[in-house]
């Protein structure tokens, strides 16, 4: 994304956690996942790109007993090259990993395992035919998009879900060039698209799709629309009001909030001439006079006068 969000209080909501996370991408993650394990498909998780955390606090919920989740991110880490580094400066300045893990530590008891460097590293850390959901928002660069599509398809189930973000946003082309690129070279077949992210697969979409638009088509608050390009069934969803998934409240749901800065009166500027100080007295600083040494409350009482 193009500007920077900061965590100003601890988060007590998940919508508290700055980021971008629409709630028909949350929906659509709840889907995919739940039908996941609702098959007894086993598999981890993989997020690259996590920024403040919402996402991968989100797709945490959905971790399964032996399964593993792993996110990667440069936080402030250096970037691999001169392209990535300007991109990493401008959007994401204020990112650290400890922003992170603070955010992603209220509403779980344990981190995911943190890769901390550019995605390229991820390939050697997460084994291949390992995961069955990876969700890819890193660089908007051509070739990072192009290598983290490339990654995923080997780290991928074979009917595992990919999920691309920004894959149409006017400012990202490179993630749109690979992304289709990977459509029509590389066999990705999508299998929906949100406003913001494409879901694919490089298994077989047809049982999935059927599902999706079954329950898209039960839905008052999903709009469904299909249409075919290349040789592949895109179906598209918009929500129409939609309501974000439940999801539980943070630890610090509880604590008592913390009171908005105000600003402090700005103190009577004091010269050496009685003129510039207030002649009208009050109770309170007569008291606070008499506080005072002595030689002091004699100077005070004498300009006051």
């Known amino acids: 994304m193009s500007t920077t969000q900061e965590t100003t209080r601890l988060p007590r909501r998940l919508d508290d956690v700055p980021g971008w996370f629409p709630v028909l991408d949350q929906v659509l993650f709840d889907w995919f996942l739940s039908r996941q394990e609702a098959s007894s498909t086993r598999g981890d998780l993989l997020e690259v790109g996590v920024y403040m955390g919402k996402s991968a606090i989100f797709t945490g919920r959905h971790l399964q007993p032996g399964e593993s989740f792993t996110v990667c991110d440069l936080f402030e880490g250096d970037a691999p090259d001169d392209a990535n580094r300007a991109e990493s400066t401008k959007?994401?300045?204020k990112l650290t990993r400890r922003l992170f893990e603070e955010n992603y530590l209220a509403f779980h008891d344990e981190l995911p395992r943190v890769l901390q460097g550019p995605s390229s590293v991820v390939p050697a850390e997460v084994?291949?035919?390992?995961?069955?959901?990876?969700?890819?928002?890193?660089?908007?660069?051509y070739e990072h998009v192009h290598g983290d599509i490339a990654a995923a398809r080997e780290l991928l189930l074979p009917d595992g879900i990919v999920v691309l973000d920004d894959f149409r946003s006017e400012h990202t082309p490179g993630v749109s060039v690979a992304t289709w690129e990977a459509v029509l070279n590389g066999d990705l077949h999508p299998i929906c698209i949100s406003t913001q992210k494409l879901y694919g697969t490089w298994g077989d979409p047809g049982a999935v799709q059927e599902e999706l638009i079954e329950m898209a088509r039960g839905r008052t608050d999903c709009h469904l629309s299909m249409q075919e390009a290349a040789g592949h069934r895109i179906i598209r969803l918009k929500s129409k009001g939609m309501r974000e998934p439940e999801f539980p409240l943070s630890r610090y749901a509880d604590a008592p909030e913390a009171p908005e800065p105000t600003s402090a009166p700005a103190a009577p500027v004091m010269s050496g001439s009685a003129a510039s100080v207030p002649r009208r007295r009050s109770r309170v600083r007569r008291v606070a006079v008499d506080l005072l040494p002595p030689v002091l409350t004699r100077a005070l009482r004498r300009a006051m006068r």
């Open 127 to 141: 084994a291949p035919r390992s995961c069955r959901f990876v969700h890819i928002d890193a660089s908007h660069l």
């Open 91 to 93: 959007s994401y300045g």
